[in-house]
């Protein structure tokens, strides 16, 4: 069992940024692949981006590449969510998980979900 709770969120103007922290408990962190996703009402949880156990391999949508940045520290169980560039259409509540099995960008691929933190860029 993992705990996830996500922190950061918030109400930033364009071009603003915010950093988003996922903090674990339970289960060792250190052994997961964890990913961000975000979603907006009525649509598909999509993708954001992903990180594997050791920080060092990462892969990020097309649409927030050079924008965002993921990180995490497995000493604070803790993975980040630099967000740079911010602008209206990120605005979507933001969810970081962990893998279970199965491709990468799905989200049925993760089991483990934090509460979600919501990101509002100004327009």
């Known amino acids: 069992q993992v705990e996830l709770v996500e922190s950061g969120g918030g109400l930033v103007q364009a071009g603003g940024s915010l950093r988003l922290s996922c903090a674990a408990s339970g289960r060792p962190f250190s052994s997961y692949f964890v990913a961000w996703f975000r979603q907006a009402p009525g649509k598909e949880r999509e993708i954001v981006a992903n990180?594997?156990?050791?920080?060092?391999?990462?892969y990020y949508a097309d649409s927030v590449k050079g924008s965002f940045t993921i990180s995490r520290d497995n000493a604070k169980n803790t993975v980040y969510l630099q967000m740079n560039s911010l602008n209206h259409e990120d605005t979507d509540i933001y969810y970081c998980a962990t893998h279970r099995s199965g491709p990468l960008s799905n989200y049925s691929s993760y089991d483990y979900w934090g509460q979600g933190t919501q990101v509002t860029g100004a327009s």
């Open positions: 990180i594997n156990w050791s920080g060092s391999s990462t």
